[in-house]
C-alpha cells in the first residue's frame, strides 16, 4: 500500500531547503520509489514547495477539493505499492478555511483539516518538524516582518501569534489522520548529511543517494538592528515590490555596516524562558509523542552574551545613509 505524507512545517524548521533539496532531486527519488511531484498537473507553478495545495483549499474547498482529490488519485495509480508519496507545505499548518464566520481561530483550523482529510485521505501520515519554542518565536517573528507590513513588537507579535500554538495543532492533526510523526530541528542540522537526508532518516526512507543537495542559506536572518529597521519603515505601508527590495538591500549592507557588528538578540534571555515557560504544554504535548522525558526534547536554554537589542537614532541614520548612499 502507498504511504502517503504531508508535511506540514513548522515555517522556519529547514522546510525550504528540504523542498528545494526534494524538487532537484524529484527524477532520482521517483526511481527509488519516493515521489515528490509537481503541481503542473493541476495547472499551477513547479514550486519547490507544494503551497497551492493549502491555499486552493482555504480559498474555496468545494470547487477545489475534488480537483485536488483526482490528483493524488492519479499519483498512487501511477506508483508502485511499496512507493511513498510526499507533500509539503508550510500552509497546512497556519491556513483556515476562508468562511468561518462563528468560529474561532482553532475551531476554523479544525475545519480545514477536516477538509485536508476529504482531499487526501485520513490513512495520511503528518509530518511535523518542530523548534524550541523560543528560537521558533524569534525566527518567524522576523519572517514576519520580512516577507509583510506588520508593525508589532515581539513581545506584541507573540502575545497574538496564532502560529505559535503548536501543542492545539498537534491535537487535531491527530484526531483526524492515522499517524503524526514530529521530527526535531534541533536534532535534525546536527545530522552531517545535510538536513534533507534527516528528514527522510526520520520516515525511515533511505534514498540519500539520490538527493541533490540544495546549497547555500535560502532564507538569510537579517540583523536584530535591520529587523527593527524594516517594522518601522512598514509603517509606510511599502507595497510587494518595495518590500521585497528593501529586504534585499538591508541584506546588501549587513556585512558591511560598523554598527552591525555589535552582537545584540531581539529578545533577552528572561524574555526567552518567559516564552519557554508561557508554550510549556507544547512542550509537553511533543515530548508525550515522542515518548521522552520533557528536559530531553529541546536543546537547553543557554547565556549567549548577547544584550537585548535597543535600536537608537543614532544606529537608525546609519542604516538610512547606508541604504541611500551612491
Known amino acids: 500500500m502507498v504511504t502517503k505524507i504531508l508535511h506540514v512545517g513548522l515555517h522556519k524548521t529547514g522546510t525550504t531547503t528540504l523542498q528545494k533539496t526534494l524538487k532537484q532531486s524529484r527524477k532520482a527519488l521517483a526511481k527509488a520509489g519516493f515521489h515528490y511531484p509537481s503541481l503542473r498537473a493541476i495547472g499551477e507553478k513547479d514550486m519547490a514547495g507544494h503551497h497551492a495545495l493549502g491555499r486552493l483549499l482555504a480559498e474555496d474547498c468545494e470547487a477545489h477539493g475534488p480537483r485536488l482529490q483526482k490528483f493524488v488519485a492519479e499519483q498512487v ?15 497546512f499548518f497556519r491556513y483556515t478555511i476562508r468562511d468561518h464566520e462563528g468560529l474561532d481561530h482553532l475551531g476554523a483550523r479544525r475545519r480545514y483539516v477536516e477538509e485536508m482529510v476529504r482531499t487526501f485521505g485520513e490513512d495520511c501520515e503528518i509530518l ?119 529586504v534585499r538591500n538591508l541584506g546588501r549592507i549587513q556585512e558591511t555596516l560598523p554598527c552591525l557588528r555589535d552582537k545584540v538578540a531581539l529578545l533577552s534571555l528572561q524574555e526567552r524562558n518567559a516564552i519557554l515557560q508561557l508554550r510549556a504544554a507544547d512542550t509537553e504535548k511533543i515530548a508525550t509523542f515522542l515518548e521522552r522525558r520533557v528536559s530531553d526534547v529541546f536543546p537547553p536554554l543557554e547565556e549567549t552574551g548577547k544584550p537585548k537589542m535597543a535600536m537608537t537614532m543614532k544606529i537608525f541614520e546609519e542604516i538610512f545613509t547606508a541604504l541611500h548612499a551612491g
Open 77 to 91: 495509480r501511477m506508483m508502485g505499492a511499496e512507493d511513498t508519496l510526499f507533500l509539503s507545505t508550510e500552509s
Open 128 to 246: 511535523l518538524t518542530v523548534r524550541r519554542p523560543d528560537s521558533f518565536a524569534m525566527s518567524i517573528y522576523q519572517e514576519s516582518i520580512k516577507k509583510t507590513n506588520q508593525t508589532r513588537t515581539i513581545q506584541e507579535y507573540i502575545d497574538k501569534a496564532q502560529i505559535l500554538n503548536v501543542g492545539a495543532n498537534i491535537d487535531i492533526f491527530a484526531e483526524h489522520f492515522a499517524k503524526v510523526r514530529i521530527l526535531v530541528f534541533e536534532e535534525l542540522i546536527r545530522d552531517e548529511r545535510g538536513l534533507a537526508a534527516a528528514v527522510l532518516s526520520g520516515i525511515e526512507v533511505d534514498p540519500y543517494d539520490n538527493l541533490t543537495v540544495s546549497k547555500g542559506a535560502l532564507n538569510v536572518s537579517l540583523h536584530p538592528y535591520l529587523v527593527e529597521y524594516k517594522r518601522l519603515m512598514n509603517h509606510a505601508k511599502p507595497d510587494r515590490d518595495e518590500s521585497a527590495a528593501l
